[in-house]
Structures are given as structure tokens and as C-alpha cells.
Nanobody
Framework: QVQLVESGGGLVQPGGSLRLSCAAS????????MGWYRQAPGKEREFVAT????????YYAASVKGRFTISRDNAKNTVYLQMNSLKAEDTALYYC????????????????WGQGTQVTVSS
């Protein structure tokens, strides 16, 4: 069993920055990738970014590429999402998740999910 706890969400002005953290605990020996998804009111959950646990290769959704950076600290079993140049459309509940696959193909490849942390971009 794997437990994920997100933190760092909050209210930020357009153009501002925010860093999200996700700490993993439990039986994480088989985890090979970590990722971030988000869900806005009235919309389906969408992919944001993913990173390999070993090697650190990253992949981003087109909507956040160049603005967001995913990273990880394996010694702390923690994955981060640095969000810059935030826009109103980035407002959503952000979830972290982990996968046994090094290159997850979609939501079904993520076996464990956190509780989510709210990010609100507004002036």
C-alpha cells in the first residue's frame, strides 16, 4: 500500500508562482514513475506532468510546457511541481499519483493517488 500526501496549494495572482509537493510512504519499492493531474470544476481530470523515479526523464502536457517543472527527491520520496506564470485556467484541484510503469500511458497506469491540493489563480 502506498500513501501520497500533497501540499503547497493556495491562492496566487495571475503571473505568480507556486510549488506543490507530494510525499510518498508505504510500499514504494515497485514505483517507477510519479505524476501530476488536475481537475477543474465541471471538467474531467487532465494530465499535467510525469517524471521517472530513476533517471528523471520528464514529460509535460502542452498546456503547461515551459511554465511548469516537475522534479523529485528520491532520498525524501517526494515529487514536486514548480508552477510559474500561472493563469486563471490553471485553477484546479491538483493530484499526485504513482505508477509501476516507468512511462505511464494514462490514468489507468497510476495505481495510487493523493487527496489533492487546491490551486486557485485569481486577482
Amino acid at each position: 500500500q502506498v500513501q501520497l500526501v500533497e501540499s503547497g496549494g493556495g491562492l496566487v495572482q495571475p503571473g505568480g508562482s507556486l510549488r506543490l509537493s507530494c510525499a510518498a510512504s508505504g510500499s514504494i519499492f515497485s514505483i517507477n514513475a510519479m505524476g501530476w493531474y488536475r481537475q477543474a470544476p465541471g471538467k474531467e481530470r487532465e494530465f499535467v506532468a510525469t517524471i521517472r523515479r530513476f533517471g528523471g526523464s520528464t514529460y509535460y502536457a502542452a498546456s503547461v510546457k515551459g511554465r511548469f517543472t516537475i522534479s523529485r527527491d528520491n532520498a525524501k520520496n517526494t515529487v514536486y511541481l514548480q508552477m510559474n506564470s500561472l493563469k486563471a485556467e490553471d485553477t484546479a484541484l491538483y493530484y499526485c499519483a504513482v505508477s509501476v510503469r516507468a512511462s505511464p500511458g494514462g490514468e489507468r497506469d497510476y495505481a495510487y493517488w493523493g487527496q489533492g491540493t487546491q490551486v486557485t489563480v485569481s486577482s
